[in-house]
């Protein structure tokens, strides 16, 4: 049994996300960290992934829960939605589900609109594989 890190399902989702085709046949950038108004839009910004233990046995964890915010930036409000929508699409192929979803900002430094989506996946150490949390 193995210990599954924060950085290794940050590494996961930001892979995942990278194969994602937004805008006709083109990858979107994704980034971990904020963007500036010399970034490159669309793009999605991973948040770290926060995680608690749900079992452990001898001190190694057996069973994590991983919760991570993902950022849609776009200039237009329905392109942020439909990349929310591809992430959501993508994310599923390992049982990573969205469990909420804030209203769309404006950011006045960079001009671009903002989606904020929560995910949510448990890992199983003994199964070496991602489970539904709900």
Same mark, same amino acid.
């Given at each position: 049994?193995?210990? +599954? /890190?924060? *950085?290794?399902? #940050? !590494?996961?989702?930001?892979?995942?996300? $990278?194969?994602?085709?937004?805008?006709?046949?083109?990858?979107?950038?994704?980034?971990?960290?904020?963007?500036?108004?010399?970034?490159?839009?669309?793009?999605?910004?991973?948040?770290?992934?926060?995680?608690?233990?749900?079992?452990?046995?001898?001190?190694?964890?057996?069973?994590?829960?991983?919760? +991570? /915010?993902? *950022?849609?930036? #776009? !200039?237009?409000?329905?392109?942020?939605? $439909?990349?929310?929508?591809?992430?959501?699409?993508?994310?599923?192929?390992?049982?990573?589900?969205?469990?909420?979803?804030?209203?769309?900002?404006?950011?006045?430094?960079?001009?671009?609109?903002?989606?904020?989506?929560?995910?949510?996946?448990?890992?199983?150490?003994?199964?070496?594989?991602?489970?539904?949390?709900?």
């Amino acid at each position: 049994m193995k210990d +599954f /890190t924060t *950085e290794q399902m #940050s !590494d996961i989702v930001n892979d995942m996300l $990278e194969e994602i085709e937004d805008v006709k046949g083109q990858n979107t950038e994704t980034t971990l960290t904020m963007p500036t108004t010399e970034s490159i839009f669309p793009c999605r910004v991973i948040g770290t992934p926060l995680e608690s233990v749900n079992k452990s046995r001898n001190a190694i964890p057996i069973r994590k829960t991983f919760q +991570f /915010t993902i *950022e849609h930036w #776009s !200039d237009k409000q329905r392109f942020c939605m $439909e990349m929310a929508n591809n992430t959501d699409l993508k994310l599923r192929e390992k049982n990573i589900i969205r469990i909420n979803t804030n209203p769309i900002l404006f950011d006045q430094i960079t001009k671009k609109h903002r989606l904020v989506t929560i995910y949510e996946v448990r890992y199983n150490a003994i199964t070496n594989s991602f489970e539904y949390v709900r």
